[in-house]
């Protein structure tokens, strides 16, 4: 009867030692690395292989899901993307990655993504709130998202076109052009905003406008430079 105590004891004692110890830190990606099973240029080559592959996968199922080939409810994801753009919680690596895995002039499904992600940031872009700029400047300085962009019909609807203001509500990038430190019935009225209180409030108020839209319109000028030097399509549009 002690046997097979025994051989109980020791197999428990086995499977203790065999779970890891949680105040242990994980192994880090350097010490995997130099395992004797990986450090070899083969091992190594296999890894990143493996890693890349991966994340190929991923991008592509984040593309799916965003554009709604997958679960629906596109609208909900692109709020979904936005925000965490916007928060900074999406690498910049990923939009490259991105532009990449979905640049085929056959697959549609960079645009579908993209251009209600540049409505959704074109909403929220005021002088108070830049970020929405920003980011569509990284976006734009991607050329394969950028020629993606030019190609479709959102970018400039002619036949929507009908009057000079309908340019700001209708093209792609046209709500960014809307900013403006001049009073108008339809953003607002920009003098009540800034303007009002004591001569000291108006003068900080006068140099608050100034400033920021001197930032506005480099950060368009830089976005309109980047467009026409990728040249080819994306310049003729």
Known sequence: QREPSRRLTKLASARHSSVADPAQPAPSFAHLSSHPSLSSSSSSSTLVQTLVGIRHLVVSYAGHV???LIGGNA???TAELYNAAIEGKVPES???AFADRFSSSE????S???IPLIRQLGKAFTLEN??????????????AIAAAL?????????AKLTTGRS?????LLGPFFTVSVLPDIFHGNVMKEYMGGTQQQVAVGIKTLRMSQEIVLKQLNKIVLQLLKMGGEVREK
Do not use: A, N
Request: net charge negative.
């Open 75 to 77: 609208s909900e994801r």
């Open 150 to 158: 030019v190609k479709s019909e959102d970018w400039l609807p002619l």
């Open 107 to 110: 697959d549609e499904t960079l």
């Open 167 to 171: 340019i700001e509500y209708e093209s």
């Open 94 to 96: 990923f939009w490259y």
């Open 130 to 143: 830049q970020k929405p700029l920003d980011f569509l400047s990284h976006l734009l300085s991607i050329k």
């Open 112 to 114: 579908l993504c993209i």
């Open 66 to 68: 965003i554009s709604g």
